[in-house]
């Protein structure tokens, strides 16, 4: 389990790369720097909204 965990976890890394790298190229590494830095802050946001921060009542 944890195999395949690592496995997705980091297979998507060098696309993520090789896009960023083909994006800065083409419209400049400030404008592709501040749409990746925007796009963390976004999930982050969404990530605040998931259930998993809900309190839940202690089990008896």
């Known amino acids: 389990m ?3 965990f690592w496995t997705i976890h980091f297979s998507l890394g060098p696309v993520g790369a090789a896009v960023l790298g083909w994006g800065a190229e083409h419209h ?4 592709v720097f501040v749409l990746a830095g925007a796009s963390c802050l976004v999930l982050a946001l969404v990530a605040l ?3 998993v ?8």
Do not use: D, K, Y
Request: hydrophobic letters at 30%.
């Open 2 to 4: 944890t195999s395949a």
């Open 28 to 31: 400049g590494a400030t404008a």
């Open 49 to 51: 909204l998931t259930p």
């Open 53 to 60: 921060r809900q309190r839940h009542p202690e089990r008896a």
